[in-house]
């Protein structure tokens, strides 16, 4: 593929990512503005951004790209991360070999939008959102979207799940069924012989067709932002009980052991000097292991 | 070696293993009633024992061992776990490979004593203590002990390395230096750039002399039994602040990534099917990633 058709990929992934980023934020902000419930007499949250330059390592060129956290702890989120970052460099020889088109050149490039809520209220579920692209001498798209209930609600599940088929049919028929199943693979925690939630849709390495799998990861983007605040308005303004609130900060300890072990992004950040704030934006504020 | 000699081998080292815990228990059990601290009004605590049997694997014999789990919930110990076990059977055989003696024979036979402490006063240090003798076509001790106080104390940090150099000094003058330092490597956060705790002594692979070997890991656990209750008799009467508290919290976290993320232990008990409630004892009953 001609250098300028790949600038101009990258350009318009990155700006996605960025646009995508702010419609989510300025939604989330409009949630803890129109709040009602329990701990109404808190101020609404608002998102505090922090950039960071990712660190250039050996062998690798001095500017290597970066990103921007957004995090907010309000009245509804009791603590939300939305981070973006575009790096670029190379990867370590024995990575590289794992990677798709890396084996021949182990330059890279990668940009994408990483979202992880924890609610205060143990009715609302908590979710997890992430689309990326990425280029090394192929470029593919990834991502996904799952739903973390504490105390899951069929209405709830049925409404996320709805929401992903539509984005995945307007595409492609084999999308949903597929997708949906590869984030119950994923996003299964082994040595609890347990999902991590109630599931959403998984993808990874779409490079058939750039504006095809561009598009299909801005809908799932889309997807996202129209479902997750109506769930999070269904339930944010109703009391909960101190059990509930228990059940919730141990289902919590589930998640924090799945990102910790298994969570492949998770691990390969922490264990590559990644942006350690940044990847462990992910745990949950508080957990129990009682 | 005899098999008469292995099996009293065997049996002399699990027998310790067991008086060691009941030794521990009585004396924690002892902390709880001796308090007179800001909890002063919640009961003492009791250890409650639970016993589990390890599952059979493909290959391997149906009688594997098992063990017996210790937890207590009281005023002084907000968590503590002290579990032992003896198992048996084969290692699979790509991890065969990577222990001593079982490359040639897969078979092998290990007991052991873990303990972690999670305090409810976040003045009093949590700690970790761990031995064992494992027999493959070889046979060895490990194990160790590290302090992991929240609010590190500089007279706590002293005396709990000094209770360690006395039992190494009293076996081999040059044990507490290289042990010592083996803990400070082993217990590092590497995502974090810093020490899960203040330290202690670990070791492993002790297998030049049985007898030697056998007093040197009883010495350990007498050190702990001698060191630690005076360590939690010190601060734990002490009233502690909000902040101090989620300090603690906050530290916890620190603790559960170490063991998620980087412990041997937990990392193979966990995907190769041991014990999960035993395993994740060692986390801590509530954690902060604020």
């Known amino acids: 593929m001609k250098q300028d058709v790949v ?19 300025a939604a989330f902000e409009q949630l803890e503005d129109d709040y009602d419930g329990p701990l109404r007499d808190l ?5 505090a951004r922090k950039s960071w330059r990712r660190e250039a390592v ?14 907010m702890r309000g009245r509804v989120f009791e603590k939300v991360g939305v981070n973006i970052s ?5 990867f370590p ?3 590289a070999k794992t990677i798709p088109g890396a084996a021949e050149d182990p330059r890279f490039w990668a940009s994408g939008i990483s979202l992880v809520a924890h609610m205060h209220s143990p009715l609302v579920p908590a979710v997890h959102m992430n ?6 001498t192929k470029g593919w798209f990834g991502g996904g979207a799952d739903l973390n209930p504490p105390l899951p609600n069929d209405q709830d599940t049925a409404d996320f799940h709805a929401a992903f088929k539509a984005a995945c049919d307007a595409h492609d028929p084999a999308y949903h069924p597929r997708f949906k199943e590869w984030c119950d693979e994923y996003f299964f925690i ?15 390495y779409l490079e058939d067709d750039w504006e095809k799998n561009f598009a299909f990861t801005q809908d799932v983007g889309r997807a996202f932002l129209d479902i997750y605040p109506k769930l999070v308005r269904r339930h944010m303004n109703k009391p909960w009980t101190a059990e509930e609130r228990e059940t919730q900060l141990i289902y919590r300890g589930l998640y924090a052991e799945f990102n910790l072990v298994y969570d492949r992004g998770t691990l390969f950040g922490l264990k590559t000097g990644g942006n350690v704030e940044a990847i462990l934006m992910s745990l949950p504020p508080e957990a129990k292991w009682p």
């Open 58 to 71: 050996a062998g690798d060129d001095s500017d290597t790209g970066g990103g921007v956290m957004s995090i």
């Open 131 to 136: 689309t990326r692209h990425i280029v090394t």
């Open 43 to 47: 101020p609404a949250g608002r998102f």
């Open 86 to 90: 575009t790096v670029y460099g190379k």
């Open 93 to 95: 020889a024995e990575f």
């Open 190 to 204: 082994k040595h609890r012989n347990r999902a991590r939630g109630v599931g959403g849709i998984f993808y990874d």
């Open 7 to 25: 600038n101009d990929h990258k350009a318009r992934a990155a700006a996605w990512f960025e646009d995508l980023r702010n419609r989510i934020c």
